[in-house]
């Protein structure tokens, strides 16, 4: 089982897939939890917690219908994802 578990991280970490089974919410929140809980908000570059999770979400290929998160009574809408994009250009180009 261990080993099971780290080649799952290994693939996970060197190839920055996401693993197949994620919850893509899941991910999200724990992107955002991240970005919150560090406290630089906006971070140094001017990014915003919900700008740094679409890019996370992105950067792994995972997330693209994700629009909203809630966050305790809050709800934040995230920056529409850049996953679209890339596959039209591809198509059409």
Known sequence: MARKLLIAVWHVLTKQEADRFID???????FFRF???????PFADGTTAPTF????LDRIGI?????????????FKLPPSTLGESTVEATTG
């Open 24 to 30: 893509e919410d899941f991910a999200a929140r724990s």
């Open 35 to 41: 970005a919150y809980k560090t406290s630089i908000r």
């Open 53 to 56: 999770t679409r890019q996370q």
């Open 63 to 75: 997330g693209e219908d994700v629009t909203e998160l809630p966050w305790g009574s809050r709800t």
